[in-house]
């Protein structure tokens, strides 16, 4: 951890891509009601056997009541809904074009970069956090830093669902050890291709969205509403409750390197039980850290998995007497984004607070891992 070190580290400028178009609950339920049906028929001698599982329908209200999702935005909705697919479809591009992530990260870095006030010339480091890369090599920061024509070095990393705030951890280390001098990272989710949208516990989960953040030293800084970050935090623990197998020795192993246990999977009840008092516990003794209480914190700009999740942890730390705007929710209509869930809400809604209020950034999911990064308005 890191607490009150000189030099100052601030947050200067945010950004938000989000793609235009969306899918909703009635129009996922429908899809896959159909499918599960079909499904159910086809395979209905076995079913009645117990050789195979029937599939369990699902609807808008189990949606809803179990995570806080009415819609999500997605790069595209083709293929997703036809059920003889069910997976988005994405035109392979060539390896001289712009390959997908980092054309939603460009988005998004543009965003931020505007709003700290910054230029190409300014940033010498980039970082890609997310919970997928499109490929292993060379990485997609890389590209991003070419495309937008930065000099300097750039790297990804993958922590799952706690990417977005490691990896302004890491941007936070290299600027304070005076590796770097302004930060550029940046949260490229392209997460539907890995949804299985013919399993009824998941397929309503995930939507796609970029999230970029401009972390620099305090002396830099020209943006007006900047945060300067008092202390980071960082805690995992190994789990496989929260999973995604893909990956290329699936080759090697003569398995089918598609199949519902390389996509994303997990055991949602236990997930709930485990990682909400985790969470709560970690932020608890991360504001402690600096002499501060949950009650300090004007708001908390939490990581957008489940609406449940997030009233657990909040009652944990503050009862159950605690206003909507101190956790702002993105659930409704983005879904759950993967690491970038807590950026966008920090994006959002943080214009209001003046300075001097404190605020917190935490993220927690697979791993399981939990980070979290103390600001403060300027």
Same mark, same amino acid.
């Given at each position: 951890?890191?607490?009150?070190?000189?030099?100052?580290?601030?947050?200067?400028?945010? /950004?938000?891509?989000?793609?235009?178009?969306?899918?909703?609950?009635?129009?996922?339920?429908?899809?896959?009601?159909?499918?599960? =049906?079909?499904?159910?028929?086809?395979?209905?001698?076995?079913?009645?056997?117990?050789?195979?599982?029937?599939?369990?329908?699902?609807?808008?209200?189990?949606?809803?009541?179990?995570? /806080?999702?009415?819609? $999500?935005?997605?790069?595209? $909705?083709?293929?997703?809904?036809?059920?003889?697919?069910?997976?988005?479809?994405?035109?392979?591009?060539?390896?001289? =074009?712009?390959?997908?992530?980092?054309?939603?990260? &460009?988005?998004?870095?543009?965003?931020?970069?505007?709003?700290?006030?910054?230029?190409?010339?300014?940033?010498?480091?980039? &970082?890609?956090?997310?919970?997928?890369?499109?490929?292993?090599?060379?990485?997609?920061?890389?590209?991003?830093?070419?495309?937008?024509?930065?000099?300097?070095?750039?790297?990804?990393?993958?922590?799952?669902?706690?990417?977005?705030?490691?990896?302004?951890?890491?941007?936070?280390?290299?600027?304070?050890?005076?590796?770097?001098?302004?930060?550029?990272?940046?949260?490229?989710?392209?997460?539907?291709?890995?949804?299985?949208?013919?399993?009824?516990?998941?397929?309503?989960?995930?939507?796609?969205?970029?999230?970029?953040?401009?972390?620099?030293?305090? =002396?830099?800084?020209?943006?007006?509403?900047?945060?300067?970050?008092?202390?980071? +935090?960082?805690?995992?623990?190994?789990?496989?409750?929260?999973?995604?197998?893909?990956?290329?020795?699936?080759?090697?192993?003569?398995?089918?390197?598609?199949? $519902?246990?390389?996509?994303?999977?997990?055991?949602?009840?236990?997930?709930?039980?485990?990682?909400?008092? &985790?969470?709560?516990?970690?932020?608890?003794?991360?504001?402690?850290?600096?002499?501060?209480?949950?009650?300090?914190? +004007?708001?908390?700009?939490?990581?957008?998995?489940?609406?449940?999740?997030?009233?657990?942890?909040?009652?944990?730390?503050?009862?159950?007497?605690?206003?909507?705007?101190?956790?702002?929710?993105?659930?409704?209509?983005?879904?759950?984004?993967?690491?970038?869930?807590?950026?966008?809400?920090?994006?959002?809604?943080?214009?209001?607070?003046?300075?001097?209020?404190?605020?917190?950034?935490?993220?927690? /999911?697979?791993?399981?891992?939990?980070?979290?990064?103390?600001?403060? +308005? $300027?």
């Amino acid at each position: 951890m890191t607490a009150n070190a000189s030099p100052t580290i601030v947050i200067s400028g945010t /950004g938000l891509w989000t793609p235009p178009e969306a899918i909703t609950n009635e129009e996922l339920v429908a899809s896959y009601n159909a499918y599960a =049906e079909r499904f159910n028929n086809e395979y209905g001698a076995e079913i009645a056997a117990g050789k195979v599982e029937e599939k369990p329908l699902s609807s808008v209200r189990f949606i809803e009541k179990s995570s /806080g999702i009415k819609s $999500r935005h997605v790069y595209t $909705r083709d293929g997703i809904l036809d059920i003889d697919r069910m997976r988005p479809r994405f035109p392979e591009r060539r390896e001289d =074009e712009l390959g997908n992530q980092a054309e939603i990260g &460009v988005f998004a870095a543009r965003q931020a970069m505007a709003s700290a006030g910054k230029t190409a010339s300014d940033i010498d480091m980039v &970082v890609v956090a997310a919970a997928y890369t499109q490929r292993p090599y060379p990485a997609i920061a890389i590209e991003i830093q070419k495309e937008l024509g930065i000099e300097g070095f750039g790297f990804d990393m993958l922590v799952a669902c706690s990417a977005a705030t490691f990896g302004l951890h890491r941007a936070y280390d290299s600027l304070a050890a005076g590796s770097a001098r302004c930060v550029l990272a940046v949260n490229p989710e392209l997460v539907t291709p890995q949804v299985n949208f013919r399993d009824r516990d998941s397929h309503f989960i995930f939507g796609d969205v970029a999230t970029a953040v401009i972390m620099e030293r305090a =002396e830099t800084c020209t943006s007006p509403g900047s945060f300067a970050v008092l202390s980071t +935090k960082a805690l995992t623990q190994f789990s496989s409750n929260i999973r995604s197998n893909f990956g290329h020795l699936s080759y090697a192993a003569d398995c089918e390197p598609f199949g $519902r246990d390389k996509l994303f999977h997990q055991s949602g009840r236990l997930v709930f039980e485990e990682v909400s008092p &985790v969470a709560a516990r970690h932020i608890s003794d991360h504001l402690a850290n600096l002499g501060l209480t949950p009650q300090d914190v +004007k708001r908390f700009w939490l990581h957008q998995a489940n609406i449940n999740m997030n009233r657990m942890v909040i009652k944990e730390l503050l009862g159950d007497d605690v206003a909507p705007e101190k956790i702002p929710s993105v659930l409704e209509q983005y879904g759950n984004t993967a690491s970038a869930g807590s950026i966008i809400a920090f994006h959002l809604y943080h214009n209001d607070l003046i300075a001097g209020d404190i605020g917190m950034i935490c993220s927690f /999911g697979a791993g399981y891992s939990v980070g979290s990064l103390v600001l403060r +308005k $300027r």
